[in-house]
C-alpha cells in the first residue's frame, strides 16, 4: 500500500492499548499519521512505539460507554491537535453465556460498550470533523451470522453495522466516509482461550484460508478505509474474515 498517505492527519483509536487496537494505531503512524491512543487500560507503552516511528501520540484514559470520558477524549484531542481527521472505533468487549442466563447487567454493560460507545465516540468527533474525514468502525463478522451464546455480542455487533450505514447516509454530503469493518476470529487477548482448543480447530474448518486472523490484518484494511485510497467508498462493511463467511463448509 506504498500510495497510501496518512501524513500528518489526526487518528483517535479506541481500545488501542491492546490487541487489534495497538496494531491498529501502530500501522495508522507507520503510514504517517499522529495517533491519540484511547482505552481504559494503559496505553503509554503504545505512545512509545509509535512516537519511535517519529510520530505524535497521547494516552487519554477512556471509558467509551460513559458520555463524559468520551467528551473529554474529544476536547483533548482537540486542545493537542486542533482537529480530528479519522475515528477508529475499535474498543470492545465479549463474553459468551447462554442467552437464557444473561443478566440485565450483562446485556446492558454489553450493549453499553459495544454500541453506545462506538454512537457517542462519533457524534463527538464529527462535531469537528472537516470534509475528508474517515469512521472506521470495527464490528463482526458476528453481525451477520448467529453465535449461539453471544446473543449480545451479536447484538451490539449488529447495531454497529446499522449505525454505520445510517451515519454514512447522514454525513455524506459533508464529505465525510464512514465504514465498518467486520472481523472473524483475530488472535488477541480477547480470544487467547481458543487457542489449541477444540473450538479453535471447529472454526478453522470453516475458514477457507486455514488460519486464525492476525491483529495486523484488520489494521491494514483500516489503513486502507480511512485513506483517500477509499475516498469513493462510504456506509460499506469490509469483511476481513478468511472467508468463513462465504464458506458453506
Known amino acids: 500500500m506504498e500510495f497510501i498517505d496518512l501524513r500528518d492527519k489526526i487518528a483517535i483509536v479506541t481500545g488501542a492499548a491492546r490487541g487489534m487496537g495497538?496494531?491498529?494505531?501502530i500501522e495508522l503512524a507507520?503510514?504517517?499519521?499522529?495517533?491519540?491512543?484511547s482505552d481504559i487500560l494503559s496505553g503509554e507503552s503504545i505512545v512509545k512505539k509509535i512516537r519511535a516511528l517519529k510520530r505524535d501520540s497521547i494516552y487519554i484514559k477512556t471509558d467509551i460507554s460513559n458520555e463524559d470520558e468520551v467528551i473529554n477524549l474529544i476536547n483533548q484531542t482537540m486542545k493537542k491537535f486542533g482537529r480530528i481527521d479519522i475515528l477508529v472505533n475499535n474498543a470492545g468487549i465479549y463474553k459468551t453465556s447462554?442467552?437464557?442466563?444473561?443478566?440485565?447487567?450483562?446485556w446492558e454493560k454489553t450493549i453499553h460498550v459495544n454500541l453506545k460507545g462506538v454512537f457517542l465516540c462519533s457524534r463527538e468527533a464529527l462535531k469537528h470533523m472537516k470534509r475528508g474525514g474517515s469512521?472506521?468502525?470495527?464490528?463482526?463478522i458476528a453481525a451477520m451470522l448467529?453465535?449461539?451464546?453471544?446473543?449480545?455480542?451479536?447484538a451490539s455487533k449488529g447495531g454497529v453495522r446499522s449505525l454505520t450505514?445510517?451515519?454514512?447516509?447522514?454525513?455524506?454530503?459533508?464529505?465525510?466516509?464512514?465504514?465498518?469493518?467486520?472481523?472473524?476470529?483475530i488472535d488477541t487477548p480477547m480470544t487467547k482461550g481458543l487457542k489449541n482448543s477444540k473450538m479453535e480447530k471447529t472454526m478453522l474448518i470453516k475458514v477457507p484460508l486455514g488460519r486464525i486472523g492476525k491483529p495486523i490484518d484488520i489494521a491494514k484494511a483500516v489503513v486502507f478505509l480511512s485513506s483517500?485510497?477509499?475516498?469513493?467508498?462510504?456506509?460499506e462493511e469490509l469483511i476481513v474474515d478468511g472467508g468463513w463467511s462465504s464458506s458453506t463448509q
Not at 453465535?147 to 455480542?153: E, S
Not at 450505514?165 to 476470529?185: D, T, Y
Open 165 to 185: 450505514k445510517s451515519l454514512a447516509a447522514e454525513f455524506g454530503n459533508k464529505g465525510i466516509r464512514i465504514n465498518s469493518i467486520h472481523p472473524g476470529v
Open 22 to 25: 495497538e496494531s491498529i494505531a
Open 228 to 235: 483517500d485510497a477509499a475516498s469513493y467508498i462510504t456506509g
Open 30 to 37: 507507520r503510514y504517517g499519521a499522529n495517533v491519540v491512543v
Open 135 to 140: 469512521i472506521v468502525n470495527i464490528s463482526s
Open 98 to 106: 447462554p442467552s437464557l442466563n444473561v443478566s440485565e447487567e450483562e
Open 146 to 154: 448467529g453465535f449461539p451464546q453471544a446473543a449480545a455480542y451479536c
